[in-house]
């Protein structure tokens, strides 16, 4: 069974630091990476995609995918109280189950 | 509004009826997913469709729960005879095949069974 293991938090940061989510996954065959923001009582949004090893960066958002360790990362900068939500990480069609991410002012 | 739309918004069900959810997409938009999530979980796979065709299903996903696309625009997911560990927030989200970034979803619907 694939399986995606994140760190539920709640991952507390202050305004303005770098917010560091981590995501292992289990099917090494897996192609392509997400990461999704989710606000409470609210749907996820897509924030971010990876296929390929290295850094992929889009603002303040930065992903990492390294395969060979089966490991996908999500870093934002200059964290801002909005960005407090959960953070899913997706491998293919199999979420994790979020980190809560609380940015304080 | 991310143009995706579900309805019905709520569903409060008794255990052993039959639900049906309707998902209405993006227009241009040929993928449909159907996910649920319960309180501090990721949202869980059940099905995507390419146009009207069913193209996975969850190995998970009881045979109780049936989707169906029939014109490859909205989609329909009924879940037959009903348990409480139905209750979830099931979600529907859309996107064209090839571009991953343009995907969405829906702002679900909730089923409690009671």
């Known amino acids: 069974q694939k399986e995606v293991e994140q760190n539920s938090g709640p991952l507390s940061v202050p305004e303005g630091a770098i917010a560091s989510l981590n995501c292992t996954y289990s099917d090494r065959g897996s192609q392509s990476f997400f990461w999704y923001r989710q606000y409470s009582g609210k749907s996820p949004e897509l924030i971010m995609f990876?296929?390929?090893?290295g850094d992929k960066e889009d603002g303040r958002f930065t992903a990492q995918l390294n395969k060979a360790s089966q490991y996908v990362s999500l870093l934002i900068r200059d964290s801002q109280p909005s960005d407090s939500a959960t953070y899913l990480c997706?491998?293919?069609?199999?979420f994790g189950k979020g980190t809560l991410l609380t940015v304080n002012p | 509004d991310t143009g995706v739309s579900q309805d019905p918004r709520h569903k409060i069900t008794k255990r052993g009826q039959n639900v049906t959810f309707r998902c209405d997409p993006i227009s241009e938009h040929n993928r449909l997913y159907w996910y649920r999530q319960t309180l501090g979980q990721g949202p869980e796979f059940l099905t995507y469709f390419q146009n009207e065709a069913q193209l996975e299903k969850s190995r998970l996903l009881s045979d109780r729960f049936s989707a169906e696309r029939p014109k490859g625009s909205f989609s329909t997911l009924e879940i037959q005879r009903t348990e409480q560990g139905d209750s979830a927030m099931y979600l529907c989200a859309s996107r064209t095949a090839g571009t991953v970034y343009e995907q969405y979803f829906g702002p679900g619907t909730r089923l409690t069974v009671t």
């Open positions: 997706a491998v293919g069609l199999t």
């Open positions: 990876i296929y390929s090893n």
